[in-house]
């Protein structure tokens, strides 16, 4: 997966032209013509009409609020066994761990990894461990906002090697984004970036 984050992230940059280039028509001027007119677009234009802008409300929106763990939390106070449990019937890799009796003020994150590392690797039990003694604290926690542009989201995830990013506004629990929900939307986006190039080419610009 991370290897699939990077060949993206590099190849990114170069998705547009590279079409343009391979675009098969009948007379060369033509072709040069058409590749000049989109190197000579404006970024903010190209921006203007949904080139990678993409943002992580975005992803939240089209989860929705019962969709794959979005919005599925624990507290510092449940047992690491039920926090494993949820995840198990949610089919999801890790847990927003919210302050008891604060709403949904942010404490930490609680992941498989964490489980691992944390509880069968020391021999501990999940059963009498509190979930608030192995997260990943708060000020730990690497995390975005409604506004963040998933590429954006996507470099933070692959630079720290995590999986699970948690989508806040202050100190307020939006929800969580996966590293399937960026690549998703990654490719999604590319594939609407094809049509609005086909569309360029035919002079809908």
């Not at 939240?60 to 019937?89: I, P, R």
């Not at 929800?175 to 998703?184: A, E, F, K, L, Y």
Request: with cysteine.
């Amino acid at each position: 997966m991370q290897g699939a984050l990077r060949a993206i992230q590099f190849h990114g940059g170069s998705f547009k032209k590279s079409i343009l280039q391979h675009v098969r028509v009948a007379e060369p001027s033509f072709r040069s013509n058409i590749i000049a007119r989109y190197e000579s677009a404006s970024p903010a234009r190209l921006e203007e009409h949904g080139f990678e802008s993409t943002t992580i409300a975005d992803i939240l929106k089209g989860k929705g609020k019962s969709a794959d763990g979005s919005w599925l939390w624990c507290n510092t106070e449940d047992t690491v066994y039920d926090a494993v449990k949820s995840m198990t019937q949610h089919n999801v890799g890790a847990l927003l761990v919210v302050k008891p009796a604060e709403g949904k003020s942010i404490a930490g994150i609680i992941t498989e990894r964490d489980y691992l590392r944390k509880i069968i690797v020391q021999g501990r039990s999940s059963k009498t461990t509190k979930v608030g003694d192995i997260m990943t604290e708060e000020n730990k926690l690497i995390t975005v906002t409604s506004d963040t542009k998933v590429l954006k989201a996507m470099q933070l995830m692959t630079d720290n090697r995590i999986r699970h990013i948690p989508v806040v506004e202050g100190k307020n629990m939006l929800g969580m984004v996966s590293i399937g929900d960026v690549v998703r939307a990654v490719v999604d986006e590319h594939r609407e970036e094809l049509k609005r190039l086909n569309a360029f080419i035919q002079g809908g610009y």
